[in-house]
């Protein structure tokens, strides 16, 4: 199994592009988002190290610490 820190960049990644993809719908050419498994091995762990650093991020830590709480 995956760590969490990946699956959470890589279902940001996918609905990221979902959204992008959203965007063209009105275009005429058939257009596919671009899946996480296509992407370099770079390109994929530059994204697990951005989700990384925003999770480590004390503000996002604590509303995320405070909503659990709320649940």
């Not at 979902?18 to 009105?26: D, Q």
């Not at 005429?28 to 991020?57: G, H, N, V, Y």
Request: charged share 35%.
């Amino acid at each position: 199994m995956k760590d969490l820190i990946e699956t959470m960049a890589e279902r940001h990644y996918d609905a990221w592009q979902r959204k992008i993809l959203g965007r063209y719908n009105f275009s005429k050419t058939s257009l596919e988002p671009k899946k996480w498994s296509s992407l370099r091995p770079t390109e994929r762990l530059e994204l697990i190290e951005a989700m990384r650093l925003t999770i480590a991020d004390q503000e996002i830590a604590r509303a995320l610490a405070e909503r659990a709480e709320g649940l």
